[in-house]
Nanobody
Framework: VQLQAFGGGLVQPGGSLRLSCAASGSIFSISAMGWYRQAPGKQRELVATISSGGSTFYKDSVKGRFTISRDNAKNTVYLQMNSLKPEDTAVYYC???????????WGQGTLVTVSS
């Protein structure tokens, strides 16, 4: 199973980016999907998650600015990020929980830099 994350880059404050993460290989029974981030010198933190039923959870600081969604047919999770702030700068990682005995799969990370 491989997770490939795309969409990071350099953006000015107030700008937008859309991250995507596609799972490939022998993956089935995907339950939760989510995005995490790790800023320089800090621990990895949860940004947003989405359940198999579509229920979402967001870190307080991104509520109203970020939207997580998923396409089950494509085994893909998205993160639409609007009104970006410099403090959103980090490497963003996707995580998928899958299998009848749940297993965590992590993407390789994509760098988001918010700077003028």
């Amino acid at each position: 199973v491989q997770l490939q994350a795309f969409g990071g880059g350099l953006v000015q404050p107030g700008g937008s980016l859309r991250l995507s993460c596609a799972a490939s290989g022998s993956i089935f029974s995907i339950s939760a999907m989510g995005w995490y981030r790790q800023a320089p010198g800090k621990q990895r933190e949860l940004v947003a998650t989405i359940s198999s039923g579509g229920s979402t959870f967001y870190k307080d600081s991104v509520k109203g600015r970020f939207t997580i969604s998923r396409d089950n047919a494509k085994n893909t999770v998205y993160l639409q990020m609007n009104s970006l702030k410099p403090e959103d700068t980090a490497v963003y990682y996707c995580r998928i929980v899958a299998g009848t005995t749940p297993v965590n799969y992590w993407g390789q990370g994509t760098l988001v830099t918010v700077s003028s």
